[in-house]
Nanobody
Framework: VQLQASGGGLVQAGGPLRLSCAASGPIHFIANMAWYRQAPGKERELVASIGSRGSTDYAESVKGRFTISRDNVQRTVDLRATNLRSDDTGVYYC????????????????WGQGTLVTVSS
């Protein structure tokens, strides 16, 4: 299973951003999909997650500014951000929880390679 993230880069404060992540490989079912980020000198934190039926969860710091969505056919998860702030700077990682086959007894978690987002003021 591979995760390929795109988007990111240098963004002006107050501006928009879109990150996308595509999962590929032998996957039977994708349960949870999420975006995490790690700011310089800080631990990795959950930004947003979305369940297989579309239920979402957001970090308090991004509520009202970030939106997570997924396409179960394309196996992608998107993160759209508005009104970016300097404290949104960090490396963003996509994360998926998958069931590899219909006979799997447990799910497996995969991480993308990370994409750097730098918000300039």
């Amino acid at each position: 299973v591979q995760l390929q993230a795109s988007g990111g880069g240098l963004v002006q404060a107050g501006g928009p951003l879109r990150l996308s992540c595509a999962a590929s490989g032998p996957i039977h079912f994708i349960a949870n999909m999420a975006w995490y980020r790690q700011a310089p000198g800080k631990e990795r934190e959950l930004v947003a997650s979305i369940g297989s039926r579309g239920s979402t969860d957001y970090a308090e710091s991004v509520k009202g500014r970030f939106t997570i969505s997924r396409d179960n056919v394309q196996r992608t998860v998107d993160l759209r951000a508005t009104n970016l702030r300097s404290d949104d700077t960090g490396v963003y990682y996509c994360n998926v929880e998958v069931w590899l086959t219909r006979h799997s007894v447990r799910s497996v978690e995969y991480w993308g390679q990370g994409t750097l987002v730098t918000v300039s003021s």
